[in-house]
């Protein structure tokens, strides 16, 4: 019995051993998780944060290139309205001074001051043409119209001044004075019109959105 009795408590000793170290293992191990678990968490939610600073950092960056892009695009835009209206301007002062039914002595003569207007012509439509990508489609199309009107009366009348006015017939001095005062008329009431609504569309552009 003796012997039972010491194999027995043997058995039950090692049996509460193993079970005692069983519940020590499992609770180191589950510390071990949690603890891992805790440190592995921070570590996603500090590399998350990283990344999220890093994100707005490139996209603070991006704003302010864009912004950049586009303050310099108005320059830019700005600065091709104001040189192809003064152009534009030019245009329309030797037209006038072509057209006019007004002559005053010791000026050139009208075929002087063609030659002048359809070089002002030219030097505008080459500026425009090569600037035109900076404004609106339909801000183009209204502003080569306007010089379009100004080069067809300007060539409409001059066509006549290479005749000698002495050798026209009747119908044709009509035709002369017909297209001459049509072109100064047309500068005086109907491209003026044309051109404040031109002039109204070049301020709009110019004025930063709100």
């Known amino acids: 019995m003796e012997l039972w009795q010491t194999l027995t408590a043997a058995v039950l000793g ?29 570590e996603i939610k500090a590399k998350a944060d990283a990344t999220i600073e890093q994100l707005k950092n490139e996209l603070q960056l991006r704003t302010i290139e864009h912004q950049i892009k ?5 320059e ?3 600065s091709v309205i104001a ?4 152009l534009l301007a030019e245009v329309m002062w030797e037209a006038e001074s072509f057209l006019s039914p007004m002559e005053f002595s010791g000026e050139p003569d009208k075929r002087q001051k063609q030659q002048v207007a359809m070089n002002k012509l030219t030097e505008f439509f080459r500026y425009f043409d090569k600037n ?13 119209n306007i010089a379009l009107q100004v080069r067809q009366h300007v060539i409409k009348f001059g066509v006549y001044l290479h005749w000698d006015e ?13 297209a001459w005062i049509g072109g100064w008329t047309a500068l005086k009431t109907d491209i003026p ?10 301020r709009a552009l110019l004025t930063p959105a709100k």
């Open 14 to 42: 090692n049996a509460i051993v193993l079970t005692v170290l069983g519940w020590l293992g499992k609770s180191l191990l589950e510390k071990l998780i949690l603890r891992d678990s805790k440190r592995f968490e921070v």
């Open 70 to 74: 586009l303050s310099r695009l108005h």
């Open 76 to 78: 830019k835009r700005a």
């Open 193 to 202: 019109t044309i051109r404040a609504q031109l002039e109204n569309e070049f």
């Open 132 to 144: 035109r990508i900076y404004l609106p489609a339909e801000l183009c199309e209204t502003m080569e």
């Open 83 to 86: 040189d192809m209206n003064a």
């Open 166 to 178: 002495g050798n026209l017939m009747e119908h044709t001095r009509k035709e002369k004075t017909d």
